[in-house]
């Protein structure tokens, strides 16, 4: 599930994006990523996006 949006994953594995914040595994979807790609490479933690 996306730690963001809370879309499910439907069939095999899905290629998403993969982060650990405070410890914590979050997986994002393919929608979430490029919506936050920026933040993300920046290593910002979800709650500044």
């Known amino acids: 599930m996306c730690a963001r949006c809370g879309t ?3 069939g095999p594995q899905p290629t998403w994006t993969f982060s ?3 410890g914590a595994r979050r997986h994002y ?3 979430c990523s490029r919506d ?3 933040a993300i490479e920046g290593r ?3 709650q500044w996006w």
């Open 29 to 31: 979807c393919e929608a």
């Open 44 to 46: 910002l933690d979800a």
């Open 20 to 22: 650990v914040e405070d």
């Open 36 to 38: 936050n790609l920026r």
């Open 8 to 10: 499910r994953a439907e």
